[in-house]
């Protein structure tokens, strides 16, 4: 099986700019978190989609979005960047089962998103 | 806000000897995960281990998980050189609710 793939692996953008990440995930896996890691305030998860659905969201502001497709594919925008939204930007693979029993997360290599 | 919180916070240890690293978390949890990362990459999913086992292997990992003290560990035995990176515990809360919560991670470094 193929693993998570992300796109692009690294950008560079100026303030006030905008920018779509986008990550696949691991054929059958129905779930697409997204966390941002930063060497100051570590891995922070941002939010999650299930069958193209909002299911989880984390503590950021609506600059962030997210989205999901049919086939589970899910992109994520950031609008107005600012310099402390630089960051490796990682997305995490998994089922989704509900059942109440987590499954593992599998991640992507990330995108290293550099703002100028 | 971070759940775990890995102990040590840097571990350098001589290639074949044995690297145990601890992580405490707060609240309950539904499973806890490790996962490696090398060099600022992506995160490499180690062991999962749930809230109702208390010892897992893997090839040369073996995850403990005490709930009634909310801490793990994780033991990486006859240690090489390809084992230095950063480890990470993460924490599910289980259901629907599928974030994981990730404490700041252990540099080990293992010399050869």
């Known amino acids: 099986k193929a693993g998570v793939t992300q796109t692009p692996r690294y950008l560079i953008k100026t303030r006030g700019q905008q920018v779509t990440l986008s990550c696949s995930p691991i054929s059958g896996h129905r779930s697409v978190s997204w966390y941002q890691q930063t060497p100051g305030q570590g891995l922070q998860f941002l939010f999650e989609?299930?069958?193209?659905?909002?299911?989880n969201k984390g503590n950021f502001p609506g600059r962030f979005s997210g989205r999901q497709f049919s086939n589970s594919r899910s992109e994520m925008n950031v609008s107005t960047l600012e310099l402390g939204d630089s960051a490796l930007y990682l997305c995490?693979?998994?089922?989704?089962?509900?059942?109440?029993?987590?499954?593992?997360?599998?991640f992507g290599p990330g995108t290293r998103l550099t703002v100028l | 806000s971070q759940q775990g919180e890995e102990d040590p916070q840097a571990l350098s240890i001589q290639e074949g000897e044995n690297a145990t690293m601890n992580c405490s978390y707060k609240?309950?949890?539904?499973?806890l995960q490790w996962y490696r990362q090398n060099s600022g990459r992506g995160l490499v999913h180690l062991i999962l281990?749930?809230?109702?086992?208390r010892e897992k292997h893997s090839g040369r990992l073996r995850v403990t998980l005490d709930t009634s003290k909310k801490s793990s560990s994780l033991l990486i035995t006859a240690s090489r050189a390809a084992d230095t990176a950063s480890y990470f515990c993460a924490t599910g809360r289980g259901g629907a609710n599928s974030k994981l919560t990730f404490g700041k991670g252990i540099t080990l470094s293992v010399r050869p």
């Open positions: 995490a693979s998994s089922s989704g089962d509900r059942t109440g029993w987590n499954n593992e997360q599998f």
């Open positions: 281990i749930r809230s109702n086992e």
């Open positions: 609240t309950s949890i539904n499973n």
């Open positions: 989609y299930f069958s193209e659905t909002q299911r």
